[in-house]
């Protein structure tokens, strides 16, 4: 499999770094520095795995990978924080806010109507906090 | 909202019925012959809301539903029968195999590695009855 | 199957916004009214779906939809906004904060304790608000 | 509170095996049975608090406490042998068919479609063993 | 089965109090406060079943019980009073903070890396306010 | 942090399959066989992530990590074949048939009976097939 974010002198970790700042931007590193005080090893896991080895695969696009996480994240409907930062990921990969809450809306048959509204009031807080 | 199964002179279940159809085939109305001995008329709104609703509007494209669904029953990981269902209709909207497997693996991350195992299980026997 | 708001010349839609009218009183009409700048078809379905199909059938009286609900919200854990609402409404159609009291109390035995006592706490504060 | 099931000189565990015996019959027994020989202990538990307990309160009919044990079992979708026992229950202390049905379908809207359908086959599951 | 907490004239009640007081110190005793007005016989009940019976058995210490209930509560994700409420009973029962980092961040394995992530944080609150 | 399988030569990969077949046995052995037609890549990243890297560390002991992984799994009660290998992993690395009976058990007060009984009823069929 080729990777999505080649580099030949580049580790795991080097890669996933670069795929978070990509992706999540700033508030993927505010998760990083939080983790500093508590569990600075995990950090790295989370870049490592999650994002060296996951997102930087190139058998699905980002924006398609981003879809499968907000859906993901809504559905099971108990870590909000990460949904906020993935709705805010799929923007920037180039989800429309228009697609993002078509997404949520679909969850309602899945996960029933509260994770639809839970991920829509989520959605709606990104949506207010990047106008600004 | 533009639908995308446009007809004005079709109602919702009408247009569900078609969108099953098209998206499930052969699993889903399985799933509508099942329910006709216990609750008909769930039938009727399974037609209506997730397919003559949800899956009709324009917004997003069936490729990236059923990327969204996959995700979702994945990381639920208590509806398998529902997971393979989907798996089917992935398949059948345009998503390759690899892009199946791509999504089901991404869930570890976000539900665990169990919920990624059981999800590409699933896949492979859908693959498997679907080479036959 | 007769329905509970039968009315020959009433859709789906009215029928859902007066059966959310009654059951849930002003809470339900928050949720609407927070979904009008994000999502406000998905108001429509929310009318539609869950009130205008769902709570209008005749097979099963409000008192006991409501009991179904509240044990499922707080069994899953994961809503307590929508918990609230239907404790609310619960009061609404019939049960008695004793009542209320006995439902949560009982999904320690299926979803565990934590569940149980986060549902209890929820109660306190509807029954505190409505005290007032 | 007084109990449901009173008898001065009865204990919480012999009250709970009266209990379990009225409402799951020959299901919940096979339960016990099955625990004999991993968890004896833990069958004693069983008859104690969520019987002995928790359907032994007089706060809310037998009635409602199998629709709010139904509706959480079908919501949290993780446990369908336990599930069909209490579908069996219902039966038992009064439920119809149509309304454990009802119950279950509602589930559609707070857990989702694949929740309720999976819900409604255990029904039918029960249903027709009881037909026999 | 002996009794961690034997006393032949001490009933469960008793015997879930002492066991809860030496477990969960002040924190046990907040939610047991929290509860007298709204449900105080529940108050009993997670005295006597979770207290008095199981974290009473001899047959696992309460090392190995907290590591457990620490491990179940961060991959539920939805009981995150009550997961605040065990980090801390693990630290009063002889896990180290490091060892309490370790279960959390294993929990990205079974339940994917927002539940390890929310339990981290969880524990970052509990050590700052016991440093204090 | 220093590594509980150190072996300076030694890369993640090589030190997860060690690791892996330490603590899990031929059940983990299995998993990884079934993904080889589906998912080859990911039976590296399950060596990876959860064996290289998580239980690899030294801050906790096998047996304390197999404690909460058994918890974990029969809480989440959505991966029944996960458990049955982790409570053969648990017998591996020294737990005692009772003290996993403690464990499954002490999940009836933290995700309700059901989930403590279908976990038990897993651990029956592993204990049954080990004794053959």
């Known amino acids: 499999m080729t990777q999505r974010f080649p580099n030949a002198d580049e580790g795991r970790l080097e890669r996933g770094k670069r795929a978070l700042a990509e992706i999540d931007g700033r508030a993927g590193q505010n998760v990083i520095d939080a983790l500093a005080d508590i569990a600075p090893e995990f950090a790295n896991y989370l870049f490592e795995f999650p994002f060296g080895d996951i997102y930087s695969r190139s058998g699905l696009d980002l924006r398609a990978r981003e879809i499968a996480t907000i859906a993901a994240l809504a559905a099971l409907g108990n870590a909000t924080p990460q949904l906020k930062v993935h709705i805010e990921a799929g923007l920037n990969v180039g989800l429309s806010r228009e697609e993002v809450v078509e997404i949520l ?7 029933g109507f509260p994770a639809a509204l839970n991920g829509l009031f989520a959605a709606k807080e990104v949506f207010a906090q990047r106008a600004g």
Chains 1, 2, 3, 4, 5, 6 share one sequence.
């Open 105 to 111: 809306m679909q969850m309602a048959v899945y996960a």
